[in-house]
Structures are given as structure tokens and as C-alpha cells.
Nanobody, 126 residues
Framework: QVQLVESGGGLVQAGGSLRLSCAAS????????MGWFRQAPGKEREFVGT????????YYADSVKGRFTISRDNAKNTVYLQMNSLKPEDTAVYYC???????????????????WGQGTQVTVSS
């Protein structure tokens, strides 16, 4: 069973930065794409970005392009979300997830991911 644990959330002023981490269990982490999603109270889960199995390709939602960067360190079974120029509308619980199939890239739909972390709260103040 795959387990994912997010960390790094917190309170930050608008324009500031945070770096989220997602630690994954299992030795096959490096064969799966990983995704970041977020959910604000009263809203549906929203795609943030994804990184392919090797880390060679990333894809982002329009709302975060140019501000957020996903990376991964397969040797550490960890994926990161660097969040810069944060806006109040970025406030949400952020989740990492693992693709349900190996070797894929540009995986954007939440239904395509079958393992999810518990989430970490990001709050951006004005």
C-alpha cells in the first residue's frame, strides 16, 4: 500500500513563498507520475500541476504557471512544490497524489490518481 505524506504548509503573506514536500513510501515511486491538487473550503478539488515519472516534464494549471514549480528526487522518494508569488486565492489544502499507472506524463485528472496524502494547509494573507 502506497502512503504519501505532505509537509511544508503554513501561513505566508501575499507575494511570499513556500515549499511543499511529499514523501512517498515504496521502492517503485520513480516509475509513477505525481500530481499536486488543492481544495479550498466549499470548492471542488483543483488540479495544480504534475510531474512525469522521471521528472523530465512538468505541466501546470493556468492559475499557477510561472509561479509554481514541481520537482522530484526519486532517490529520496519525494516530490516538491515550490510556490512563489503567492496570492490569497492560493489558500487551500494542498494534496499530493500518485498516478494509478506507471510511466505516464501530463496526468491532470484527479480520477487518474489512486493514492493521496492527507494534505497540508497553505494560507496566504493580504
Amino acid at each position: 500500500q502506497v502512503q504519501l505524506v505532505e509537509s511544508g504548509g503554513g501561513l505566508v503573506q501575499a507575494g511570499g513563498s513556500l515549499r511543499l514536500s511529499c514523501a512517498a513510501s515504496g521502492r517503485i515511486f520513480n516509475t509513477y507520475a505525481m500530481g499536486w491538487f488543492r481544495q479550498a473550503p466549499g470548492k471542488e478539488r483543483e488540479f495544480v500541476g504534475t510531474i512525469n515519472w522521471s521528472g523530465s516534464r512538468t505541466y501546470y494549471a493556468d492559475s499557477v504557471k510561472g509561479r509554481f514549480t514541481i520537482s522530484r528526487d526519486n532517490a529520496k522518494n519525494t516530490v516538491y512544490l515550490q510556490m512563489n508569488s503567492l496570492k490569497p486565492e492560493d489558500t487551500a489544502v494542498y494534496y499530493c497524489a500518485r498516478d494509478r499507472e506507471p510511466w505516464r506524463t501530463v496526468v491532470t485528472g484527479p480520477a487518474e490518481y489512486n493514492y493521496w496524502g492527507q494534505g497540508t494547509q497553505v494560507t496566504v494573507s493580504s
